[in-house]
């Protein structure tokens, strides 16, 4: 079914290693966002994109990269992992018009050791 | 800043019973918008109703509906005739109008359907 696929779905990683959280969409939806679910905290905003080559910061950036080079994909990079990036990251799309998340991945549940 | 507040850490519900969770919200804004999200067990979360603010009437899906109360920044989600499959975290959620705004949620409430 056409969606928002994220992968993977499951990873544990050491104290300072890095890695790609991959996102991608099929309905060419112009915005992407990535965000982090943590207990008690409710789902806070790490980078989105408004389309291929546009980029921004939201509320935690620290410790994010992301890239947007198709309309399709949405990249998340942890450059160094630290314990506090424990979490379960969330992509999400939505088409032009309607800014807010309209459609989300399943979610990548991350452990940072 | 914007807050959004979701006070019913919990709530459980008789199956084909009404439930109301509860939200409100802080802003100075006259124009937003707000948001019920559904995340069931499967985590994917999805979007249940949206509701803009210049708007008076209140916005309904089928068997969930809100009571939006501006003055008071209250915005209520009402799930009729609840059913199994609506076992879920709920989260409000707010934007502010014009251009890409971030969304800002609240910390949910889980909903309990007792058959």
């Known amino acids: 079914n056409a969606g928002v696929t994220q992968t993977p779905k499951f990873q544990v990683l050491k104290t300072g290693q890095s890695m790609t959280l991959q996102c991608a969409q099929d309905?060419?939806?112009?915005?992407m966002s990535w965000y982090r679910q943590d207990p008690g905290m409710g789902l806070r905003l790490i980078h989105y994109?408004?389309?291929?080559?546009?980029?921004d910061q939201g509320e935690v950036p620290n410790g994010y990269n992301v890239s947007r080079s198709t309309t399709e994909d949405f990249p998340l990079r942890l450059l160094s992992a630290a314990p506090s990036q424990t979490s379960v990251y969330f992509c999400?799309?939505?088409?032009?018009?309607?800014?807010?998340?309209?459609?989300f991945g399943d979610g990548t549940r991350l452990s940072i050791l | 800043a914007q807050t959004v507040t979701q006070s019913q850490p919990e709530m459980s519900v008789q199956e084909a019973e009404t439930v109301t969770l509860s939200c409100t919200y802080d802003?100075?804004?006259?124009?937003?918008?707000l948001f019920w999200y559904k995340q069931p067990p499967s985590r994917q979360m999805i979007l249940v109703i949206r509701?803009?603010?210049?708007?008076?009437q209140n916005a309904t899906e089928n068997r969930f509906s809100v009571n939006f109360q501006k003055a008071a920044k209250s915005f209520s989600l009402k799930i009729s005739d609840s059913q199994l499959g609506d076992a879920a975290m709920y989260f409000c959620?707010?934007?502010?109008?014009?251009?890409?705004?971030?969304?800002?949620f609240g910390t949910g409430t889980k909903l309990q359907v007792i058959p």
């Open positions: 994109s408004v389309g291929a080559g546009i980029t």
């Open positions: 959620a707010y934007r502010r109008y014009g251009g890409y705004q971030k969304v800002t």
């Open positions: 802003t100075s804004e006259s124009d937003y918008y």
């Open positions: 999400a799309s939505s088409y032009s018009g309607q800014f807010e998340p309209q459609h």
């Open positions: 509701q803009e603010a210049y708007k008076q």
């Open positions: 309905m060419n939806h112009e915005y």
